[in-house]
């Protein structure tokens, strides 16, 4: 069973930064999985962010590319999420996913396991 669990969230104004980081449980062969970030807003789907496959390809949504990086520690069980620029729009809760060995999924669905989120909120 793999957990995940979410910090780093919070409260900031348009243009600046935050950095997600997500712990997976220790005794995992990290290295093996695919990582990723979901995030879902108010009222809408829940939508892919970033992906980090296990091989070190990684892929990001039109919407965040160029201001979004996703990178991981495989000595630390961590997979992280630099924001930059961050607009009113990033406003969601993000989720960290995980698969093992897979490429990139878009969909959620394809995606066993999930943290409980961590809620990013940009001011205007």
């Known amino acids: 069973q793999v957990q995940l669990v979410e910090s780093g969230g919070g409260l900031v104004q348009a243009g600046g930064s935050l950095r997600l980081s997500c712990a997976a449980s220790?005794?995992?062969?990290?290295?093996?999985?695919?990582m990723g970030w979901f995030r879902q807003a108010p009222g809408k789907e829940r939508e892919f962010v970033a992906g980090?496959?296990?091989?070190?390809?990684?892929d990001y949504a039109d919407s965040v590319k160029g201001r979004f990086t996703i990178d991981r520690d495989n000595a630390k069980n961590t997979v992280y999420l630099q924001m930059n620029s961050l607009k009113p729009e990033d406003t969601a809760i993000y989720y960290c996913v995980a698969r093992y060995k897979s490429r990139i999924y878009y969909k959620p669905g394809e995606y066993a396991y999930w943290g409980q989120g961590t809620q990013v909120t940009v001011s205007s």
């Open positions: 980090d496959t296990y091989i070190r390809s990684t």
């Open positions: 220790s005794g995992l062969t990290f290295s093996s999985y695919t």
